[in-house]
């Protein structure tokens, strides 16, 4: 929904076009697609496949764009909405959220909307669109918490690697956190619109950064 606000109205209009033409916003098959061959054939939502350079990083050597096994396009985002600590919903952008300025009660310029995470080593993680993400909630695909212990579990990773901390592209647990390609920690949007590189020392006040109305104090990370 943030397409038309950042000169990218004609893949939004793609977008919703497909959309309506099978007639569901439920995620799945009419935005995945059905591959050719495939009982139920329909093509693939084409904006699902479309590699948005504004949500990549400049500092990923890899081809952000692949072919899956079903021969469909996937795209992906190094950008992820801040849901929170995972599974509380306590943060600005997670599994149907509505929230508004008035419900930031941290204060906008207090409250993370959105970190870097590079989308995952073996591509099954990170979709710009649509991603279901770990346990159907969205985590690892468009958004990310602070402390995504239940996702990194599920994975099998180490559920102490989470949070904000140094990462390795090659490392496929890499995922379950904050990080960058850039050296010394990732960039955050923050609620106000402006733009912080954080540290990756900043890791002990995520939580309260990454939460809308925690009543945390954080000083200047």
Known sequence: MLLPYVEQ???WDVAETHALNV???VWGSAVYGVAPGMPGYFPQNPAFG??????TCPADPRTLQTVDAYGLTIAFTALLGNAGTETAKDGILFEDSRINFQQIEDGTSNTIAVGERPPSNDFWYGWWFAGAGSGNTGIG???MGTRSVRYASRLGCPTTNIGLRVGNVNDNCDQTHYW??????ANFLFADGSVRFLNYSADSVLPALGTRSGGEVVGDP
Do not use: F
């Open 9 to 11: 109205k004609n893949v």
């Open 180 to 185: 960058s390609m850039h050296h010394g920690g």
């Open 141 to 143: 695909d468009v958004t």
């Open 23 to 25: 007639n569901t916003y």
């Open 50 to 55: 479309t590699l948005l350079q504004l949500w």
